[in-house]
């Protein structure tokens, strides 16, 4: 009579390396599937650990969905270098640490990209808008308007560029339908362009005619 195989031993790792470890994996999963359809077991199973640690480092399933969340959504913020000099360097450096970052964690931006539907509420909510903020801090210290960081106007171009940035770098690593050449080249050539040719009229208080 044959025995049975011994059960395999997990591998242990350090708390940081799991913490991050159960991110990825979370982040894959909710990327895949609502956050409804995605159980603590599941990412469990998937981490290959015990559901017992998961909720060690994270407490509940919500818990970790928000840690994923704000992971995500902020992780090309820590690469994005701390610059006013407002030069094209600057701006081309700042990009180009954007992307590296997204390239470096491609299912957590893309769980941070999903977010907003039925199931987001006011702690997501919260955190993205935080987020948006602080890219918008960043982006204009990059282009040299961090003196008109208190401007809503400003703030809210800058902002509505960083949503169309979002959905153009899921269409490079989520869809596929463009590369990251393509998403660069973008980049850099919109913002300057609505600093230079859009900002200008939003700026004009003169009222203008439709016809």
Same mark, same amino acid.
């Given at each position: 009579m044959s025995s049975a195989p011994p059960t395999p031993k997990r591998t242990r790792m350090e708390p940081e390396e799991r913490r991050e470890q159960i991110l990825d994996v979370a982040a894959g999963l909710f990327g895949e599937r609502p956050y409804s359809e995605v159980s603590v077991s #599941?990412?469990? &199973? $998937?981490?290959?650990?015990?559901?017992?640690?998961l909720h060690h480092y994270f407490g509940?399933?919500? +818990?970790?969905?928000?840690?994923?969340?704000?992971?995500?959504a902020q992780a090309p913020l820590e690469a994005s270098p701390e610059t006013a000099l407002g030069s094209p360097q600057a701006w081309a450096t700042a990009v180009d640490s954007f992307l590296d970052a997204v390239r470096r964690n491609p299912n957590r931006w893309l769980a941070s990209a999903a977010v907003g539907g039925a199931e987001s509420?006011?702690?997501?909510?919260?955190?993205? #808008?935080?987020? &948006? $903020?602080?890219?918008?801090?960043?982006?204009l210290l990059?282009?040299?308007?961090?003196?008109?960081? +208190?401007?809503?106007?400003?703030?809210?171009?800058?902002?509505?560029?960083?949503?169309?940035?979002?959905e153009l770098t899921v269409e490079w690593v989520g869809r596929g339908r463009i590369d990251d050449g393509r998403v660069r080249r973008t980049m850099l050539a919109t913002l300057p362009i609505l600093i230079d040719q859009v900002l200008p009229l939003i700026d004009d208080d003169t009222p203008e005619s439709i016809a």
């Open positions: #599941d990412i469990a &199973r $998937e981490a290959d650990i015990a559901r017992g640690l509940s399933k919500r +818990d970790l969905y928000l840690a994923v969340v704000r992971k995500a509420d006011d702690d997501v909510a919260a955190i993205l #808008d935080e987020t &948006r $903020e602080i890219l918008a801090d960043q982006t990059a282009i040299g308007l961090g003196d008109r960081a +208190d401007d809503p106007v400003v703030r809210a171009l800058v902002r509505a560029w960083g949503g169309f940035v979002q």
